[in-house]
C-alpha cells in the first residue's frame, strides 16, 4: 500500500517534554513537508526538506526540529520551548518538478 | 512575499445552489494555483490546479490575473460537497522543488 503514514494518530504529552511524529513515505519522493492545520489559520510549513540530510525552516519553526537520515523518513520533533505545541500536524511529499504535494493522515498533539 | 486570502470561514448552502469559494493572491511571479479539499475524517487531497484547467466534482476554477482571484466555483452544490477547502499557491524555489502556501480555508456546508 503505497502513500505517507504518520504515527501515532493521537499524541498526548505533558508540558515541558519533548515529543517526536513520525512520518513515512514510500511514494519514492525527494521532497517532504511539515505543516500546522490550527483551526482558523490553514496550515503552516514548519520545515521542509528536499534532500536527504538537508533541511530548511519554513514559517513557524521555532521550538520544532526534523531530521532526514532517509529518503523514507521525516520525523518532526516538538520541543519543550514549542509554547503552544497543542494542534493537528500534516507530514506532505512530493517529487522534483511536481506541484502537488501528498498529504499524511496527520496527528493531533494535545498537551496537557 | 507571497499571500493567499480565503475572505470566508464558512459558507453555508442549499443542495442544488451554486457555490463560490473566493480565493485571492499575491505574488511578485507568474503564480501556480491549486484548490485542495479535506472531507472529514479524510487527508488533504488535490483537487485542482489551475493549469490543467479541468473540472473535478463539478467543480471549476479559473485565474484571474487582472483581479489575482482564484475562486471555486460549483454550479449546484451537493451534500457530498461539504468539506473544507483550501487555496494554495506554489513558491518555485531555484532546485526545481516548490513550497505551498496556504489561505486559511473555508469551510462548505451543504444542507439538504
Known amino acids: 500500500d503505497g502513500g505517507i503514514t504518520q504515527s501515532p494518530k493521537y499524541l498526548f504529552r505533558k508540558e515541558g517534554q519533548n515529543v517526536t511524529l513520525s512520518c513515512e513515505q514510500n511514494?519514492?519522493?525527494?521532497?517532504m513537508y511539515w505543516y500546522r492545520q490550527d483551526p482558523g489559520q490553514g496550515l503552516r510549513l514548519i520545515y521542509y526538506s528536499q534532500i536527504v540530510n538537508d533541511f530548511q525552516k519554513g514559517d513557524i519553526a521555532e521550538g520544532y526540529s526534523v531530521s532526514r537520515e532517509k529518503k523514507e523518513s521525516f520525523p518532526l520533533t516538538v520541543t519543550s520551548a514549542q509554547k503552544n505545541p497543542t494542534a493537528f500536524y500534516l507530514c506532505a511529499s512530493n517529487g522534483q518538478g511536481k506541484d502537488e504535494q501528498f498529504f499524511g493522515p496527520g496527528t493531533r498533539l494535545t498537551v496537557l | 512575499a507571497q499571500r493567499v486570502t480565503q475572505p470566508e470561514k464558512l459558507l453555508s448552502v442549499f443542495k442544488g445552489a451554486p457555490v463560490e469559494l473566493k480565493c485571492n493572491y499575491s505574488?511578485?511571479?507568474?503564480?501556480?494555483l491549486f484548490w485542495y479539499v479535506q472531507y472529514s475524517r479524510q487527508r488533504l487531497q488535490l483537487l485542482l490546479r489551475?493549469?490543467s484547467r479541468e473540472s473535478i466534482k463539478g467543480f471549476t476554477a479559473d485565474l484571474n490575473k487582472g483581479e489575482t482571484s482564484f475562486h471555486l466555483k460549483k454550479p449546484f452544490a451537493q451534500e457530498e460537497d461539504s468539506a473544507m477547502y483550501y487555496c494554495?499557491?506554489?513558491?518555485?524555489?531555484?532546485?526545481?522543488?516548490?513550497?505551498?502556501?496556504f489561505g486559511k480555508g473555508t469551510m462548505l456546508l451543504v444542507s439538504p
Open positions: 489551475h493549469i
Open positions: 505574488y511578485s511571479g507568474s503564480p501556480e
Open positions: 494554495a499557491l506554489s513558491g518555485r524555489l531555484r532546485s526545481g522543488y516548490s513550497t505551498l502556501t
Open positions: 511514494l519514492n519522493h525527494d521532497a
